[in-house]
């Protein structure tokens, strides 16, 4: 196997590829609807149940 001759490119260049590459890397992908949904309800439920429970707590006689 022979190899290839590494490709010389300007300081520039190598930033530019760099760049290109973290914002690959780092994009945000969203979830489909249904899976979003499966974790945003629990999360729904869970602020639900702990301002009903603080709510709750704040109105017991001292």
Do not use: C, N
């Amino acid at each position: 196997m022979t190899q290839k001759k590494k490709e010389k490119i300007s300081y520039q260049e190598y930033e530019r590829l760099k760049d290109k590459e973290l914002k690959q890397k780092f994009k945000i992908h969203f979830y489909p609807w249904p899976v979003l949904v499966a974790m945003l309800i629990p999360l729904a439920l869970l602020i639900y149940m702990m301002v009903y429970y603080f709510s709750g707590v704040w109105r017991l006689p001292e």
